[in-house]
């Protein structure tokens, strides 16, 4: 799991295809640690952007461990668990929601509620309610994770990060923008020191940066921030990548607000083709940037 947890998921890739295809030769399709396997493979696809592959993946693993371990084993809740998250980032968030709610409740009950696992399916609830602008709901959770796993896990714990980062970004979209900076400032100094520059979280924290420095006007910071984050994103991540796509699409609005309006407006079509054709027609961040594209296009013939 290092390469995975490096963010190095091309290579974790081909590791885990050659283990998963070893496995169900000399295991069977249904053993534990195939099953593992193909769960792991199907996690390094989402983090890949290849949604659709996690998606077919996840349903199989979820069903055999429900068939072979039981419903509430924990293996089981995980890859429920795992299923309901490549639901959020299809944009499917009442199915993600649905399921999050009844694995969170069976974790805590059957793992207690401080267990890693329990505070990771409140964490990913709370983004469910983030993405659905539910954002009280969603700040209730991620205090009591972040407080939580500061004192379990410990202040430098990479899911410590990640409940610091998700709770800031809940303060940005509630205009609490000093709050939210320095937070954000904070994951991601730590995020450079314990994963390094380039780590898919680190860069995430720096693009949530970049976005309150947005909201406060800062565009100059905020430029700075986005194109070093896009750029590494499609040198790291490839320029297709659902991530590297968010960077464009944030990019084009602080160019908007900075005056750079041919910029903007070229930036914000290409994220707007790229969305279609990786995300599909239907998916909130694709319809979302379609809409920003013709209302820029209405104001320039205005």
Known sequence: MCLYQEGRWNEAERAFVQVMETRKRVLGPEHPDTL???????????????????????????????????????????SMANLASTYRNKGRW??????????????????????????????NLAS???????????????????????????????????????LASTYRNKGRWDEAEE??????????RVLGPEHPDTLTSMANLASTYRN??????????EVQVMETRKRVLGPEHPSTLTSMNNLSFTWKAMGKQAEALKLIDQCVQLRK?????????FLSSSATLGAWRLEGKG
């Open 36 to 78: 593992t396997s193909m769960a792991n493979l199907a996690s390094t696809y989402r983090n890949k952007g290849r949604w659709d592959e996690a998606e077919e993946l996840e349903v199989q693993v979820m069903e055999t461990r429900k068939r072979v371990l039981g419903p509430e084993h924990p293996d089981t809740l995980t």
């Open 94 to 123: 009442d199915e993600a929601e649905e399921l999050e709610v009844q694995v969170m409740e069976t974790t805590k009950r059957v793992l207690g509620p401080e267990h890693p696992s329990t505070l990771t399916r409140m964490a």
């Open 128 to 166: 469910t309610f983030w993405n659905k602008g539910r954002w009280d709901e969603a700040e209730e959770l991620e205090v009591q994770v972040m407080e939580t796993r500061k004192r379990v896990l410990g202040l430098e714990h990479p899911d410590t990060l990640t409940s610091m980062a998700n």
């Open 183 to 192: 937070l954000k400032v904070q994951a991601m100094e730590t995020r450079k």
């Open 216 to 225: 406060k006007g800062w565009w100059d910071e905020a430029e700075e921030l």
């Open 277 to 285: 054709r990786v995300l599909g027609v239907n998916h909130p961040y």
